[in-house]
């Protein structure tokens, strides 16, 4: 672990690391930044600092003690870390943790404790959090995990030292990919899609993703073409694997994300799909931009109605109508996307 092996948050490293330096760690932080781009990692690196028995010059724990060796397999007694049962932090956790937190260190020389996420504390739990980040134990530090502080009581943020993550930009992500053995063109293109996050990085790099996007690409568009029914096939085939109809959609509001941001700016330059510039540049001189600028928030608002339940069939068919309605002029109106909108809003589709 330790802070050398993370990458994208220089200033945040070394913010810590004065005070681990000065003797001045703060008695509770808040970590707030993007999913996947090293919250945690850093929180468990600056534990291990602040309790290694051998600590680096640097100000950076050794990895190779008892001490740095119990945090990194998460069985060090001053170092805890909290997070949701059944999708929350209850107040029952927050108050058991208070007390344990209360004591003198058991074997290290300063207790930690990590809440992540924050924004799954409810209510009642942050304020029963509040009295023990008013008056803290003089050796604990409190380090709150979260993308956004707007989840959290204004008392309970205004009571942490908030300190923000970046994304990770893609030219170390890509950097980083090769180093774990993926080919450098694969690294490059899987890191524009990763969204600065090491941990999408990490895991698209690991699948078939690039592959995913050709195949869906593939299928798509000319559906979209051939008619209503091809239309419908094509909605079936996405709909039937669940387990892949959030990244199917991802993919595809990447994609069209792409497209917009072509036809604007004439290039692909800042497109997260550049190994298919080509690709990009071709469709986008065949789409008006005012109806890719439609077709955006409609592959969207298709992704939050999956999130929300709806039927994943008449979802997508709702979905592929509307982008036919938008993007092929001869396609003859919206009566394709109003019809299956219409049965969408039926009880029980």
């Known amino acids: 672990m330790g802070f050398g092996g993370i ?3 220089d200033r945040v490293i070394a913010l810590l690391r004065r005070a681990l330096r000065a003797d001045r760690l703060a008695h509770a932080y ?29 100000a950076d724990a050794c990895g190779a003690c008892a001490a740095c060796r119990k945090v990194a397999a998460g069985a060090h007694p001053d170092v805890r870390l909290l997070t949701p049962e059944e999708g929350t932090l209850r107040v029952e956790q927050v108050r058991a943790l208070r007390e344990e937190v209360g004591r003198r260190p058991y074997e290290g020389r300063r ?31 409190f380090i709150l995990l979260a993308q956004r502080a707007g989840g959290l009581l204004p008392t309970v943020v205004s009571r942490c030292q908030r300190l923000a ?8 992500l890509a950097r980083h990919l090769a180093g774990e053995g993926v080919p450098a063109d694969r690294a490059v293109a899987v890191a524009a899609l990763a969204r600065g996050s090491v941990g999408n990085a990490l895991a698209l790099a690991g699948g078939a993703i690039l592959e995913s996007r050709d195949a869906l690409l593939t299928r798509l568009f000319p559906a979209l073409e051939r008619g209503p029914a091809a239309c419908a096939e094509v909605a079936e085939e996405i709909a039937r694997d669940r387990e892949s109809l959030g990244e199917a ?11 917009l941001v072509t036809a604007v700016l004439g290039h692909p330059g800042l497109a997260a799909n550049r190994d298919r510039a080509d690709a990009l540049r071709g469709a986008a001189a065949r789409f008006p931009a005012a109806a890719l600028a439609e077709a955006v928030p409609a592959v969207a608002a298709a992704r939050e109605a999956l999130e929300a ?4 069939r008449l979802t997508c068919e709702a979905l592929l109508f509307r982008l036919r309605d938008l993007l092929i002029p001869a396609s003859g109106g919206n009566g394709d996307a109003t019809r299956r909108e219409g049965e969408l809003r039926r009880p029980g589709a």
Not at 250 to 258: A, G, N, Q, V, Y
């Open 30 to 58: 808040l970590f707030v930044g993007p999913g996947g781009v090293g919250k945690r990692l850093v929180a468990l690196a600056l534990a291990q600092a602040a309790n290694c028995l051998r600590p680096l010059p640097d």
């Open 309 to 312: 339940n709806a039927n994943p």
């Open 165 to 172: 993550f970046s994304p990770v930009p893609e030219s170390l």
């Open 7 to 9: 990458i994208g948050q």
């Open 249 to 259: 959609l991802d993919l595809l509001l990447t994609w069209c994300r792409d497209l």
């Open 111 to 141: 207790r930690f404790a990590l809440l992540d996420p924050a924004e799954a504390l409810t209510e009642q739990a942050q304020n029963a959090l509040l009295k023990t980040l008013e008056e803290p134990a003089g050796a604990t530090t």
